[in-house]
Protein backbone atom coordinates (compact mmCIF):
# COMPACT_ATOMS: atom_id res chain seq x y z
CA UNK A 1 0.00 0.00 0.00
CA UNK A 2 3.34 2.23 -0.08
CA UNK A 3 4.79 4.60 2.73
CA UNK A 4 1.13 6.05 3.76
CA UNK A 5 -1.34 3.78 2.11
CA UNK A 6 -2.74 2.24 5.10
CA UNK A 7 -3.33 5.94 7.10
CA UNK A 8 -7.01 7.30 5.98
CA UNK A 9 -5.97 10.87 4.60
CA UNK A 10 -9.03 13.49 4.21
CA UNK A 11 -8.29 16.94 2.42
CA UNK A 12 -10.43 19.87 2.40
CA UNK A 13 -10.24 23.20 0.20
CA UNK A 14 -11.49 26.47 1.28
CA UNK A 15 -12.64 29.48 0.01
CA UNK A 16 -10.92 32.36 -1.91
CA UNK A 17 -11.77 33.08 -5.15
CA UNK A 18 -8.79 33.41 -7.46
CA UNK A 19 -6.52 32.69 -4.27
CA UNK A 20 -7.80 29.38 -5.06
CA UNK A 21 -5.68 28.12 -7.79
CA UNK A 22 -3.06 27.84 -4.93
CA UNK A 23 -4.96 24.66 -3.81
CA UNK A 24 -3.64 22.82 -7.05
CA UNK A 25 -0.15 23.56 -5.77
CA UNK A 26 -0.82 21.65 -2.42
CA UNK A 27 -2.22 18.70 -4.98
CA UNK A 28 0.80 18.51 -6.77
CA UNK A 29 3.46 18.17 -3.81
CA UNK A 30 0.75 15.87 -1.89
CA UNK A 31 1.11 13.87 -4.89
CA UNK A 32 4.39 13.74 -5.28
CA UNK A 33 5.66 13.17 -1.81
CA UNK A 34 3.23 9.87 -2.46
CA UNK A 35 0.29 11.47 0.19
CA UNK A 36 -2.78 10.06 -1.16
CA UNK A 37 -6.00 11.20 -0.08
CA UNK A 38 -8.99 8.44 0.81
CA UNK A 39 -11.58 11.67 0.24
CA UNK A 40 -11.64 15.56 -0.36
CA UNK A 41 -14.09 18.23 0.21
CA UNK A 42 -14.43 22.10 -0.29
CA UNK A 43 -16.31 25.34 -0.09
CA UNK A 44 -16.68 27.42 -2.93
CA UNK A 45 -13.67 27.36 -5.31
CA UNK A 46 -12.61 24.57 -2.96
CA UNK A 47 -15.41 22.74 -3.49
CA UNK A 48 -14.86 23.15 -7.64
CA UNK A 49 -11.10 22.15 -7.19
CA UNK A 50 -12.40 19.00 -5.89
CA UNK A 51 -14.88 18.20 -7.81
CA UNK A 52 -12.53 18.42 -10.41
CA UNK A 53 -9.62 16.81 -9.11
CA UNK A 54 -12.62 13.85 -7.14
CA UNK A 55 -13.56 13.27 -11.05
CA UNK A 56 -9.87 12.46 -11.63
CA UNK A 57 -8.43 15.56 -13.22
CA UNK A 58 -4.54 16.29 -12.19
CA UNK A 59 -3.73 19.27 -10.93
CA UNK A 60 -2.14 20.64 -13.91
CA UNK A 61 -5.08 19.84 -15.95
CA UNK A 62 -7.05 21.74 -13.54
CA UNK A 63 -4.85 24.41 -14.08
CA UNK A 64 -5.30 24.36 -17.48
CA UNK A 65 -9.00 24.64 -18.16
CA UNK A 66 -8.73 27.49 -15.64
CA UNK A 67 -6.25 29.25 -18.35
CA UNK A 68 -8.65 28.59 -21.16
CA UNK A 69 -11.45 30.12 -20.15
CA UNK A 70 -12.57 33.69 -20.01
CA UNK A 71 -14.55 34.21 -16.56
CA UNK A 72 -16.03 37.34 -18.31
CA UNK A 73 -18.49 35.53 -20.67
CA UNK A 74 -20.16 33.79 -17.60
CA UNK A 75 -21.02 36.93 -15.56
CA UNK A 76 -24.71 37.73 -17.00
CA UNK A 77 -25.02 41.06 -14.99
CA UNK A 78 -29.14 41.06 -14.67
CA UNK A 79 -30.15 41.50 -11.27
CA UNK A 80 -32.65 39.63 -9.75
CA UNK A 81 -34.67 40.33 -6.51
CA UNK A 82 -31.90 38.11 -4.70
CA UNK A 83 -28.20 39.31 -6.59
CA UNK A 84 -26.23 41.27 -9.11
CA UNK A 85 -26.13 37.77 -11.10
CA UNK A 86 -28.67 35.30 -12.16
CA UNK A 87 -25.78 32.78 -12.65
CA UNK A 88 -27.74 30.68 -15.45
CA UNK A 89 -24.42 31.80 -17.17
CA UNK A 90 -22.08 30.04 -14.28
CA UNK A 91 -24.53 26.93 -14.13
CA UNK A 92 -24.55 26.31 -17.59
CA UNK A 93 -20.17 26.49 -17.83
CA UNK A 94 -20.32 24.20 -14.89
CA UNK A 95 -22.58 21.79 -16.93
CA UNK A 96 -20.51 21.43 -19.52
CA UNK A 97 -17.50 20.25 -17.40
CA UNK A 98 -20.12 17.99 -15.10
CA UNK A 99 -23.18 17.27 -17.33
CA UNK A 100 -25.87 16.02 -15.01
CA UNK A 101 -23.19 13.52 -13.03
CA UNK A 102 -24.24 13.01 -9.54
CA UNK A 103 -21.36 13.32 -6.58
CA UNK A 104 -22.31 9.83 -5.13
CA UNK A 105 -20.59 8.76 -8.73
CA UNK A 106 -17.56 10.12 -8.48
CA UNK A 107 -14.07 8.42 -8.58
CA UNK A 108 -12.98 10.06 -5.17
CA UNK A 109 -15.21 10.69 -2.53
CA UNK A 110 -16.15 14.19 -2.68
CA UNK A 111 -18.36 16.80 -0.39
CA UNK A 112 -19.52 19.92 -1.29
CA UNK A 113 -20.40 22.66 1.16
CA UNK A 114 -22.97 25.02 0.92
CA UNK A 115 -24.65 27.29 3.80
CA UNK A 116 -28.09 27.39 4.07
CA UNK A 117 -29.85 30.77 4.31
CA UNK A 118 -33.13 29.33 5.98
CA UNK A 119 -31.60 27.39 9.14
CA UNK A 120 -28.15 29.54 8.88
CA UNK A 121 -26.35 26.56 9.30
CA UNK A 122 -23.54 24.82 6.78
CA UNK A 123 -24.87 21.83 4.26
CA UNK A 124 -22.74 19.11 3.45
CA UNK A 125 -23.72 17.10 0.33
CA UNK A 126 -22.13 13.44 -0.85
CA UNK A 127 -24.82 12.85 -3.37
CA UNK A 128 -27.27 14.76 -5.74
CA UNK A 129 -26.44 17.01 -9.04
CA UNK A 130 -22.90 18.04 -8.87
CA UNK A 131 -23.44 21.04 -11.31
CA UNK A 132 -26.28 22.80 -9.31
CA UNK A 133 -24.54 21.82 -5.57
CA UNK A 134 -21.31 23.16 -6.79
CA UNK A 135 -22.69 26.62 -8.37
CA UNK A 136 -24.79 26.96 -5.05
CA UNK A 137 -21.34 26.13 -3.10
CA UNK A 138 -19.84 29.35 -4.92
CA UNK A 139 -23.31 31.43 -4.61
CA UNK A 140 -21.66 34.89 -2.92
CA UNK A 141 -24.47 36.55 -1.04
CA UNK A 142 -25.47 39.52 -3.03
CA UNK A 143 -23.38 38.94 -6.34
CA UNK A 144 -24.80 35.51 -7.09
CA UNK A 145 -28.41 34.06 -7.11
CA UNK A 146 -29.15 31.77 -3.93
CA UNK A 147 -29.93 28.05 -5.12
CA UNK A 148 -33.14 26.47 -4.12
CA UNK A 149 -32.61 22.64 -3.61
CA UNK A 150 -35.05 20.75 -1.92
CA UNK A 151 -35.75 22.28 1.26
CA UNK A 152 -32.83 24.52 1.23
CA UNK A 153 -31.62 28.37 0.18
CA UNK A 154 -28.22 27.71 -0.65
CA UNK A 155 -25.40 30.18 -0.79
CA UNK A 156 -21.24 30.28 -0.71
CA UNK A 157 -20.03 27.60 1.59
CA UNK A 158 -17.52 30.17 2.69
CA UNK A 159 -20.42 32.00 4.69
CA UNK A 160 -19.90 29.76 7.39
CA UNK A 161 -17.11 27.55 7.01
CA UNK A 162 -13.98 29.28 4.82
CA UNK A 163 -12.38 25.39 5.32
CA UNK A 164 -15.22 22.79 5.91
CA UNK A 165 -13.55 20.96 8.07
CA UNK A 166 -16.90 19.32 9.53
CA UNK A 167 -17.24 17.97 5.60
CA UNK A 168 -15.31 14.96 6.73
CA UNK A 169 -17.30 13.73 9.80
CA UNK A 170 -18.35 10.93 8.01
CA UNK A 171 -15.57 9.51 6.52
CA UNK A 172 -13.65 8.54 9.77
CA UNK A 173 -10.25 10.16 8.42
CA UNK A 174 -7.29 9.05 10.61
CA UNK A 175 -5.61 12.37 9.50
CA UNK A 176 -7.30 16.12 8.15
CA UNK A 177 -5.25 18.49 6.29
CA UNK A 178 -7.18 21.59 5.71
CA UNK A 179 -5.84 24.31 2.75
CA UNK A 180 -6.80 27.72 3.89
CA UNK A 181 -6.53 30.72 0.86
CA UNK A 182 -8.33 33.38 2.69
CA UNK A 183 -6.56 36.65 2.69
CA UNK A 184 -5.71 38.78 5.99
CA UNK A 185 -7.35 42.36 6.64
CA UNK A 186 -6.37 44.95 5.50
CA UNK A 187 -6.76 46.64 2.32
CA UNK A 188 -6.07 50.04 0.68
CA UNK A 189 -9.11 50.56 -1.81
CA UNK A 190 -13.47 49.81 -2.05
CA UNK A 191 -13.92 50.50 -5.09
CA UNK A 192 -17.29 49.48 -6.01
CA UNK A 193 -20.20 46.74 -4.96
CA UNK A 194 -18.27 43.61 -5.64
CA UNK A 195 -15.15 44.81 -3.06
CA UNK A 196 -17.79 45.70 -0.45
CA UNK A 197 -19.64 41.98 -1.14
CA UNK A 198 -16.39 40.16 -0.99
CA UNK A 199 -14.51 42.36 1.55
CA UNK A 200 -17.28 41.17 3.76
CA UNK A 201 -16.64 37.74 3.20
CA UNK A 202 -13.09 38.07 3.84
CA UNK A 203 -13.16 39.42 6.97
CA UNK A 204 -15.75 36.96 8.29
CA UNK A 205 -13.75 33.95 7.01
CA UNK A 206 -10.57 35.60 8.45
CA UNK A 207 -12.16 35.50 12.07
CA UNK A 208 -13.73 32.07 11.49
CA UNK A 209 -10.50 30.59 10.63
CA UNK A 210 -8.18 31.88 13.65
CA UNK A 211 -11.40 30.42 15.72
CA UNK A 212 -11.52 27.41 13.79
CA UNK A 213 -8.30 26.45 12.56
CA UNK A 214 -8.09 23.52 15.27
CA UNK A 215 -10.17 21.71 13.45
CA UNK A 216 -8.15 19.86 11.47
CA UNK A 217 -5.10 18.24 11.96
CA UNK A 218 -2.86 20.43 9.93
CA UNK A 219 -3.73 23.93 8.25
CA UNK A 220 -1.66 24.42 5.45
CA UNK A 221 -1.65 28.31 4.76
CA UNK A 222 -0.16 29.67 1.55
CA UNK A 223 1.44 33.23 1.67
CA UNK A 224 0.07 34.99 -1.73
CA UNK A 225 0.37 38.53 -0.15
CA UNK A 226 -1.37 41.34 -2.58
CA UNK A 227 -3.37 38.53 -3.93
CA UNK A 228 -7.39 39.49 -3.20
CA UNK A 229 -10.17 36.92 -3.80
CA UNK A 230 -11.49 38.23 -6.90
CA UNK A 231 -12.24 36.14 -10.31
CA UNK A 232 -9.42 37.58 -12.00
CA UNK A 233 -5.18 37.27 -11.19
CA UNK A 234 -2.53 38.62 -13.57
CA UNK A 235 -0.11 35.67 -12.54
CA UNK A 236 -1.86 32.74 -11.98
CA UNK A 237 1.03 30.51 -11.65
CA UNK A 238 2.41 32.32 -8.76
CA UNK A 239 -1.09 31.39 -6.80
CA UNK A 240 0.09 28.09 -7.65
CA UNK A 241 3.51 28.37 -6.77
CA UNK A 242 2.46 29.94 -3.49
CA UNK A 243 0.49 26.51 -2.80
CA UNK A 244 3.18 24.46 -3.52
CA UNK A 245 6.04 26.28 -1.29
CA UNK A 246 3.20 26.61 1.38
CA UNK A 247 2.63 22.18 1.14
CA UNK A 248 6.24 21.74 1.10
CA UNK A 249 6.66 23.86 4.58
CA UNK A 250 3.61 21.69 5.66
CA UNK A 251 5.29 17.95 4.28
CA UNK A 252 8.00 17.38 7.52
CA UNK A 253 4.70 17.76 9.93
CA UNK A 254 2.47 15.62 7.66
CA UNK A 255 4.93 12.95 7.21
CA UNK A 256 5.41 12.51 10.90
CA UNK A 257 1.70 12.73 11.85
CA UNK A 258 1.29 10.18 9.70
CA UNK A 259 4.36 7.90 10.99
CA UNK A 260 2.67 8.26 14.66
CA UNK A 261 -1.06 7.15 12.87
CA UNK A 262 0.89 4.33 11.83
CA UNK A 263 2.53 3.41 15.03
CA UNK A 264 -0.54 3.42 16.70
CA UNK A 265 -2.18 1.81 14.18
CA UNK A 266 0.32 -1.38 15.34
CA UNK A 267 -0.47 -1.52 18.87
Known amino acids: MGEFGD ?4 LVLGAGG ?4 AHLGVLEVLEEAGISVCCIAGSSVGALIAALYADGRSPREIFSLYRQTDIRQFLDFRPSRYALL ?3 KILKAI ?18 AATDLKSGELVVFREGPASLLLRASIA ?11 PYVLVDGGVVARVPAEALERESVDLS ?7 A ?14 RT ?3 SGHHLIRCKNREVDVLIQPSLNGVRSTLFVDDPERLLEGGREAAVRALPVIRKKIQRIKALKKR
Not at 7 to 10: A, E, F, L, P, Y
Not at 18 to 21: A, D, K, P, S, T
Not at 177 to 183: E, H, N, R, T
Open 7 to 10: VRIG
Open 86 to 88: RGT
Open 185 to 198: PPVRNIRHVYDVLV
Open 201 to 203: MEI
Open 177 to 183: IGVDVSP
Open 140 to 150: LPGLLEPVFYG
Open 18 to 21: VRGL
Open 95 to 112: AEVFGDRDLADFPLPVYI
